[in-house]
């Protein structure tokens, strides 16, 4: 067994910087979200992840997976925005196991009328701060980042 690879002073500093603008995005997004359309930024990213499915609907097991969700966590969120009328679950018409989840017209306006908020904040909080190469940069070290673990959906909005 080998020892414990200690992070260098300089990957303990970008560790902490990482934490704080990690932090400080979740946090101007939740904000956002808040104020303008009534709910937390982890319902925002389920109805758009089903916006863009096939038919605006996946089962509870794919959808947990697309945003990284435990099926628990995902159930009480879906709960919430089904009885909002955001979303409809219902049973998979061939496997009685499954669950089916399905933005609705109402659910699909919300998410439209938020998504430019979203967009801006986005766009405020994490890209203009950044020159165009920088965002390149910050592409590739996401992707290099998320390259072991490559059996992941891609990730959400």
């Known amino acids: 067994m080998r020892g414990t690879r200690w992070l260098s002073a300089d990957e303990q500093r970008i560790w902490r910087t990482y934490l704080q ?3 400080l995005l979740r946090d101007a997004l939740d904000r956002q979200l808040q104020r303008d359309a009534g709910m937390p930024h982890g319902y925002y990213i389920i109805l758009a992840m089903l916006s863009e499915a096939p038919g605006r609907s996946m ?3 794919q959808l947990a997976r697309t ?3 435990s099926p ?3 159930s009480h969120a879906v709960a919430k925005l089904e009885r909002a009328g955001w979303v409809r679950r219902r049973r998979h018409e061939t496997d009685g196991r499954a669950t089916i989840a399905t ?3 109402d659910g699909f306006d919300v998410l439209a009328e938020a998504a430019p908020g979203h967009v801006e904040e986005v766009r405020s909080v ?3 701060p950044l020159t165009p190469e920088q965002v390149r940069q910050l592409g590739e070290i996401f992707t ?3 390259a072991p673990h490559d059996d992941r959906p891609g990730p959400p909005s």
Do not use: C, E, G, K
């Open 144 to 146: 290099a980042v998320l």
């Open 126 to 128: 994490l890209f203009d």
């Open 72 to 74: 628990s966590r995902l």
């Open 59 to 61: 089962t509870m097991s």
């Open 67 to 69: 945003v990284s969700s």
């Open 21 to 23: 603008a990690n932090q």
């Open 103 to 105: 933005l609705t017209d």
